[in-house]
């Protein structure tokens, strides 16, 4: 794969999607993991996008991935000829 880095990107509404489950995560006691685990999935993304998590589909020029740090879901989808990684939804892991 392509050892550059990519540019991550994501909505407003995911944005508040991931704000809203910290404060999900802090209300259940597992708040704790939540922080390092959105910091590692945003590395990963920038990185290595397709060894992070595990492939769904490719449509086009996108490849649809999902994975799993800690607590933190995410379903993102990387678009190689730009360079880019959409993240498109997180949620918490089911405990």
Not at 51 to 79: M, Q
Request: charged share 25%; glycine share 8%; net charge negative.
């Amino acid at each position: 794969m392509n050892g550059g880095n990519y540019r991550v990107s994501f909505s407003r509404d995911v944005a508040n999607e991931l704000r809203d489950l910290g404060r999900i995560a802090m209300s259940e006691g597992r708040y704790q993991q939540f922080p390092e685990a959105a910091t590692w999935i945003a590395e990963e993304l920038e990185r290595t996008p397709h060894e992070f998590g595990e492939s769904r589909e490719e449509i086009g020029s996108l490849a649809f991935r999902c994975g799993c740090a800690g607590t933190l879901y995410v379903a993102y989808a990387i678009d190689e000829s730009e360079h880019v990684v959409f993240i498109r939804r997180f949620a918490l892991v089911k405990t």
